[in-house]
């Protein structure tokens, strides 16, 4: 999903709190400058201190719903 939606923003952002499933996303993107993948619980991440523009949260909010849908 992130090298589709890579090619319709300015960036994208994966979260995902399996280290597994970061690390075969990381290949895939590798090259890819303006996408990134960060380690963690995306309720979690919103909560915190780390801030993220409203494009980022919309993508990591919609990837977090389609993971809970089909993995959850």
């Known amino acids: 999903m992130l090298e589709r939606l890579s090619f319709l923003s300015r ?4 979260i995902d709190p ?3 499933a970061i690390m075969r996303a990381r290949v ?3 090259g890819l400058e ?3 993948v960060i ?3 995306f309720m979690e991440l919103i909560s915190s201190t780390t801030l ?3 494009s980022q949260w ?3 909010f919609i990837t977090w719903n389609l993971r809970e849908r089909f993995h959850g």
């Open 11 to 14: 960036s994208v952002v994966g």
């Open 52 to 54: 993220m523009t409203w």
């Open 28 to 30: 895939r993107i590798d």
């Open 34 to 36: 303006n996408v990134r």
């Open 18 to 20: 399996d280290s597994w």
């Open 39 to 41: 380690e963690g619980d």
């Open 58 to 60: 919309l993508l990591a």
